[in-house]
């Protein structure tokens, strides 16, 4: 079964400081993946997805980028963070079904 | 496009009670319909899972039921204990481009008071 790795587990940083957070998956290859956020008081709005290595799609417009440099690898950036970056941001992979990781609380102060 | 909204947005009761968690969507053009479990600070964990060919589908004390052309579904909770305190999203899997995608309701706070 599917195993979804991310970190950090928790980040707090200034306003229009770098981010960079990861995401792997174990146990299936060529999986399509996601990055969600939720941010507080708000339901899971999709940010990013991807069906394959370098191929990224975005959801909505942002100051947030994805890449995926390997097939089960996914990273979310940004080069200046915002106040409204703050929110709980997690990783998904579908097969079969969809699959959560942990996800990682991030404070943008 | 599509979206799912989740009635009550919270909802406190006794342990032992049995109690429903509604969902509606506005898209019938769905493969599936999942119900969630999100404990505070954590990930989700995926409860029920229901194609869109299938009425319902039941795990334990849960019963997910799917009404594809009124775009409604509930998760019905029997004997509820307070273990099952935790929010309870719905959500639709559709597909756009070359993905599926979920789309998510803002969730159901549930608290079951000992």
């Known amino acids: 079964s599917q195993t979804i790795h991310q970190w950090p587990a928790t980040l707090v940083q200034p306003v229009g400081s770098p981010l960079s957070l990861e995401c792997t998956v174990e146990?299936?290859?060529?999986?399509?993946l996601y990055w969600y956020r939720q941010a507080a008081g708000r339901g899971l709005q999709l940010l990013f997805y991807?069906?394959?290595?370098?191929?990224i799609s975005s959801e909505v417009p942002q100051n947030l980028s994805a890449s995926r440099p390997q097939d089960r690898q996914f990273i979310l950036s940004s080069k200046k963070l915002l106040l409204s970056d703050s929110g709980f941001y997690l990783c998904?992979?579908?097969?079969?079904?969809?699959?959560f990781g942990p996800g990682t609380r991030l404070t943008v102060l | 496009k599509q979206e799912v909204t989740q009635i009550p947005a919270a909802l406190s009761v006794p342990e032992g009670e049995n109690l429903v968690l509604n969902c509606s969507f506005t898209?019938?053009?769905?493969?599936?319909l999942q119900w969630f479990r999100q404990d505070p600070g954590k990930g989700l964990t995926s409860l029920l899972l229901?194609?869109?060919?299938?009425r319902e589908q039941t795990s334990g004390r849960l019963n997910a039921s799917l009404d594809k052309s009124s775009g409604r579904s509930t998760l019905y909770i029997a004997a509820s204990q307070p273990g099952d305190s935790a929010t309870y999203l719905c959500?639709?899997?559709?597909?756009?481009?070359?993905?599926?995608?979920?789309?998510f309701g803002s969730g159901t706070q549930l608290t079951v008071l000992p």
């Open positions: 998904a992979c579908w097969d079969t079904r969809e699959f």
């Open positions: 229901i194609q869109s060919s299938q």
């Open positions: 146990g299936t290859s060529n999986p399509n």
């Open positions: 991807s069906v394959g290595i370098g191929q």
């Open positions: 959500a639709v899997t559709s597909a756009s481009g070359s993905a599926r995608q979920l789309t």
């Open positions: 898209d019938s053009a769905i493969y599936n």
